[in-house]
């Protein structure tokens, strides 16, 4: 039994990162609090958001916000309280900068 328990442990920590994508959980915008709806219509100003989903960042909740702008595809990742989190703080967040220098916005990639 003790080497199952070390078995999983081992597991759990090479494949960590699939484990916590496993954990996001995708939301409607109309889901999010008002402090991070405000954050989003911000940052997006009304491009279309084209998905929202919530992941645990140091054990509390956060939002991540994809959207379409022009040919790129954008996303940030936003605390609860509505704050921008740096790039590469969780989930797949996190990649080549903004080239328009938002703070926090990452590109995920160029749409031929």
């Known amino acids: 039994m003790k080497w199952h328990v070390g078995l999983l442990t081992a597991a759990l920590v090479v ?8 954990m996001a959980e995708k939301i409607t915008i109309d889901a999010v609090p008002p402090a991070v709806r405000a954050t989003i219509d911000r940052e997006t100003a009304g491009k279309p ?3 929202v989903e919530t992941q645990d960042v140091a054990g509390q909740t956060a939002y991540q916000v994809e959207w379409i702008d022009g040919n790129r595809e954008l996303e940030i990742l936003i605390d609860a309280n509505g704050n921008l989190l740096p790039p590469n703080t969780g989930g797949e967040a ?9 703070e926090g916005k990452t590109e995920k990639h160029m749409k031929q």
């Open 49 to 51: 958001v084209t998905e």
């Open 15 to 22: 494949s960590g990162p699939l484990v916590f994508l496993a």
């Open 94 to 102: 996190g990649g080549a900068a903004d080239e328009s220098g938002g």
